[in-house]
């Protein structure tokens, strides 16, 4: 493992997706046993995306608790079949929350008449039970959950809202093999903001694979802004980056 820290945020870059998934979760337990010694539960944010597989099979594994954790979700498509398979809350029930006995499963739906009401529904859950860790990823165009470079904003004054995905965030979908092909893919979903994901005390942050490498450049070289809005992880007191080979192959040269 090698290691580096870019302004607040702490870097660090694994042989491959294994032993980086390995470690983001060895680090995600250590810290929920350490909250939970602290506090009667803890309450974490998960992205659903393919890039997360490796970090949740190994999280399974892991001495927690699970009856004390609280689950949210980060973001949700906007009039997609309930039962379809590439609904981030179908995928994390697949992959995670059906898994492990969580105390609560709190779940975005983008099927509602009223999206306005919905996100103000999830907007209060989440102050209620208040975020003590993220753990996230970011998209080839930088986005963290959907929160899209023409969309974010740092000082959001939502915690979630509605928006339209770019091409560049659709397109993923399809890299990703979620869907056949970019007409497939929905054009608008719910999101966690900007605000809502990064007031989280910890962020741990997985980012695997060749497709992700110019995203993991300019997060680590733009200036930061909302333009490349994983840039300001930078700023975050408590978030760690972690990499395999093939995403951090365009910031080699550049590791001290």
Same mark, same amino acid.
């Given at each position: 493992?090698?290691?580096?820290?870019k302004?607040?945020?702490i870097?660090r870059i694994?042989?491959?997706?294994? !032993?980086?998934?390995?470690a983001?979760a060895?680090?995600?337990?250590e810290?929920?046993n350490?909250?939970?010694?602290q506090?009667p539960?803890?309450?974490?944010?998960f992205g659903?995306?393919?890039?997360q597989n490796e970090?949740?099979?190994?999280?399974?594994?892991k001495?927690?608790?699970?009856?004390r954790?609280?689950?949210f979700?980060?973001?949700e498509y906007?009039?997609l079949?309930a039962?379809a398979p590439?609904?981030?809350?179908?995928f994390?029930?697949?992959h995670l929350?059906?898994?492990?006995p969580?105390?609560? %499963?709190n779940y975005?739906?983008?099927?509602v008449?009223d999206?306005?009401?919905? *996100? %103000?529904r999830?907007s209060?859950l989440?102050?209620?039970?208040e975020?003590?860790i993220?753990? !996230?990823?970011i998209?080839?165009n930088t986005?963290?959950a959907?929160?899209?470079p023409?969309?974010?904003n740092e000082?959001?004054?939502y915690f979630?809202?509605?928006?339209?995905?770019?091409?560049? *965030?659709r397109t993923?979908?399809?890299?990703?093999?979620c869907f056949?092909?970019?007409?497939?893919?929905p054009?608008?979903? %719910?999101?966690?903001? !900007?605000p809502?994901l990064?007031k989280?005390?910890?962020a741990? *942050?997985?980012v695997?694979?060749?497709k992700k490498a110019k995203?993991?450049f300019?997060?680590?070289?733009e200036e930061i802004?909302?333009n490349?809005?994983?840039t300001l992880?930078?700023?975050?007191?408590?978030?760690v980056?972690?990499?395999d080979?093939?995403s951090s192959a365009?910031?080699?040269?550049?590791i001290p």
């Amino acid at each position: 493992m090698r290691e580096f820290i870019k302004d607040k945020l702490i870097v660090r870059i694994f042989d491959n997706r294994n !032993l980086m998934g390995e470690a983001v979760a060895y680090a995600v337990s250590e810290r929920v046993n350490k909250l939970l010694s602290q506090q009667p539960f803890v309450n974490i944010i998960f992205g659903a995306a393919p890039s997360q597989n490796e970090f949740f099979a190994a999280l399974l594994k892991k001495n927690i608790d699970w009856s004390r954790l609280n689950a949210f979700h980060m973001d949700e498509y906007v009039n997609l079949a309930a039962d379809a398979p590439q609904g981030f809350g179908n995928f994390l029930k697949e992959h995670l929350f059906d898994l492990a006995p969580f105390n609560t %499963l709190n779940y975005i739906d983008g099927n509602v008449n009223d999206y306005e009401a919905e *996100c %103000l529904r999830y907007s209060k859950l989440l102050k209620e039970f208040e975020t003590d860790i993220v753990c !996230l990823g970011i998209g080839e165009n930088t986005h963290l959950a959907f929160n899209d470079p023409h969309v974010a904003n740092e000082n959001d004054p939502y915690f979630v809202k509605c928006v339209d995905l770019d091409e560049t *965030c659709r397109t993923q979908q399809v890299n990703d093999g979620c869907f056949k092909h970019i007409d497939d893919v929905p054009t608008h979903a %719910l999101t966690l903001t !900007l605000p809502a994901l990064l007031k989280a005390p910890y962020a741990f *942050c997985t980012v695997p694979a060749e497709k992700k490498a110019k995203a993991v450049f300019h997060t680590l070289n733009e200036e930061i802004s909302d333009n490349f809005p994983s840039t300001l992880l930078r700023k975050h007191k408590n978030a760690v980056l972690f990499l395999d080979d093939k995403s951090s192959a365009q910031i080699k040269p550049n590791i001290p």
